[in-house]
Each structure stands twice: as C-alpha cells, then as structure tokens.
C-alpha cells in the first residue's frame, strides 16, 4: 500500500516568518500534486510536479519534487495571513491513473 | 482548469436512508473521480467513475453502498445509500480535463451530515 507522510500535521507561525512542509514516501509517484484547501471549499491545485529533481515557483511558495519521485516539499517565504488554511500533497502512483494518494494534510495559521 | 459544480451543497440526512450527490462539469474531461473527506481528514478515493461502464471501486468501497452513474463525459453521480452517521463527510468530485495529464481538479463538495 502506498502512503504519503505529510509532516507537520500543525503549524502556526507569525506573518512573515518561513515555512516548509514535506511529503515523504518510500513509492516512487509518476506525479505529485500540492493543494491548498479553505474551510466549506473544495482543494484548490497549487502545483503539478513530475519531473525528478523538478523546482517549480509559485510567487513566495516554493515546490520541489525529489530527485527519485518519493517526496516533496513546499516553503513558503515570509507567510502572510492569507497564506493560512489546509495544504495537502497528493501522489499519483498507479501509472497515471489519476488514482491520488493524499498525505493527512498540513494545516497552516499565519497570525498578523 | 475545469469548472465542476456540486449539488446539494450541504444536507443533513436520517439514518437508512439514501442521498444521490450530483457532479457537473463545463466541459468534457477524460477522468472523474468521487473522494470522501471525513471530519478533520485528509481525502481518500472512492471510485473512479467510468463513462458509460460500471464504476471501479478502491478496497473498502462497495457498489452497493455507493452507486456511481457517469451517463456522459460531463456528469456524474454518487448515491450514499442506507446511510449511518460513520457516513457524515464531505464528498467530493474530481476531474482530470482533456488534454491534461496530471491536473486534476475538484468541485466544491457535497458536506453530508448523517442523524
């Protein structure tokens, strides 16, 4: 069975403070995906890695997938409140199948 | 991206009773899947929903105890039959549009509550 370990689980920091978050997995993903979800909202996608080794930017959010396709993190520099809410990675594992494995999720507050 | 829309948005339901959650998509998508969400959870998948067959059902998950229709490239449903309140969680719909590989992208969700 495939497993996404998503850590921490709980953070709240002060705004403009950093912060990363890692997806950990001993199964290699074909792809993996980050979301950020709001309280009543559905999971908005942030990013789509696939490449090994692949950073991708998304203004202060930072992504990058491992060089061997197992995990991956996301920072954030100098995090504002508006920043604040559920992040979750997800993998897919089956062959691009779509079939998302989702790690427990992260949920970040960023107090003004 | 996609636009997906999700009917009803909330209910609160009774025991043994059954809830079919609607899934409509702008436009045509080559992947739909139904994932839940319980309280304070992270996602897991239900089922892919395949058009014009059966859905495929993850281990856990049964036809019985959740229906799933895809008529056509657009549309889907998910019946919550005979339900318990272990069935009160969000559920959701996603979608992989034509012409994407790997994005995948969900509705609003459907918030169950089961009394």
């Known amino acids: 069975t495939q497993l996404l370990e998503q850590s921490p689980q709980f953070l709240s920091i002060q705004e403009g403070e950093n912060l990363t978050v890692y997806c950990n997995s001993s199964s290699v993903f074909s792809s993996l995906q980050w979301y950020r979800q709001e309280p009543g909202e559905g999971p908005v996608l942030l990013v789509t890695v696939v490449t090994g080794g692949e950073v991708k930017k998304l203004k202060r959010l930072t992504f990058q997938f491992g060089d061997a396709r197992k995990d991956s993190s996301l920072h954030i520099t100098a995090a504002q409140p508006g920043d604040t809410g559920l992040y979750l990675c997800a993998g897919d594992g089956s062959g691009n199948t779509g079939k998302l494995i989702f790690g427990q999720g992260t949920t970040l507050q960023v107090k003004p | 991206s996609a636009v997906i829309s999700q009917k009803p948005s909330r209910d609160i339901c009774q025991r043994g009773t059954s809830l079919t959650i609607q899934c409509q998509v702008d436009s045509q998508v080559t992947m739909m899947f139904w994932y839940r969400q319980q309280p304070g959870q992270s996602l897991t998948l239900i089922a892919t929903a395949n058009q014009g067959s059966e859905a495929t059902y993850e281990s856990g998950f049964v036809i019985d105890k959740f229906p799933i229709s895809r008529p056509n490239l657009t549309f889907s449903t998910l019946t919550v039959s005979n339900m318990s309140p272990e069935d009160s969680s969000i559920y959701l719909c996603?979608?992989?549009?034509?012409?994407?590989?790997?994005?995948?992208?969900f509705g609003p969700g459907t918030r169950l509550t089961v009394t």
């Open positions: 996603s979608v992989v549009p034509s012409g994407t590989a790997y994005e995948q992208y």
